[in-house]
C-alpha cells in the first residue's frame, strides 16, 4: 500500500510569512500544533505536528530563500501524475506560473494561479515522475 497522496488530493497545505516565527506561536496556541524546525540553511522553517502525534498537518515557512516572493495565504498542494502536462492545460486554459519548477525531496512542484487568480501549488510525488 503507497503511502503517496492521490491525485487530485490536497498533499500539502503551508504558509509563508515574513514573521513565520510569531505565526508559528500563533497557530501553536490557537490549534494546538505542535512545531517541528526544518532547518533551510541558516535558518528554520516550521512542520506544524498534531498535538496528540508526530504527524504533520501543516508548514508554517519564512518568506525568504525558496520562498521568497510567495503571496501570504494557506497554500495548498494539488497532487497532479504528470506536472509537466498539468503545466501545459494551465496555460492552455488561460493559467499562470507563478513560481517555476523546483525539487523538494525527490519530488517536484509549481505554483500556478487559475485563469481567476486564485493560487495553488501543483505537486508531482517522486514515484510518479517518468
Not at 120 to 128: G, I, T, V
Request: hydrophobic fraction near 35%; charge should be negative; proline fraction near 10%.
Amino acid at each position: 500500500m503507497s503511502n503517496l497522496p492521490e491525485p487530485g488530493k490536497i498533499g500539502w497545505t503551508d504558509l509563508t510569512v515574513p514573521n513565520a516565527d510569531e505565526v508559528r506561536d500563533f497557530y501553536a496556541a490557537v490549534v494546538g500544533w505542535r512545531p517541528a524546525p526544518v532547518p533551510m540553511g541558516g535558518y528554520d522553517d516550521y512542520s506544524m505536528l498534531q498535538h496528540d502525534s508526530d504527524q504533520p498537518v501543516a508548514g508554517v515557512c519564512h518568506s525568504r530563500g525558496v520562498n521568497d516572493g510567495l503571496p501570504p495565504v494557506w497554500l495548498i498542494y494539488i497532487t497532479v501524475p504528470d506536472l509537466d502536462a498539468s503545466l501545459r492545460e494551465v496555460l492552455a486554459r488561460g493559467g499562470e506560473i507563478v513560481r517555476p519548477t523546483r525539487g523538494m525531496g525527490g519530488a517536484r512542484y509549481t505554483v500556478i494561479s487559475d485563469p481567476a487568480g486564485a493560487v495553488c501549488a501543483l505537486y508531482q510525488p517522486e514515484s510518479s515522475q517518468t
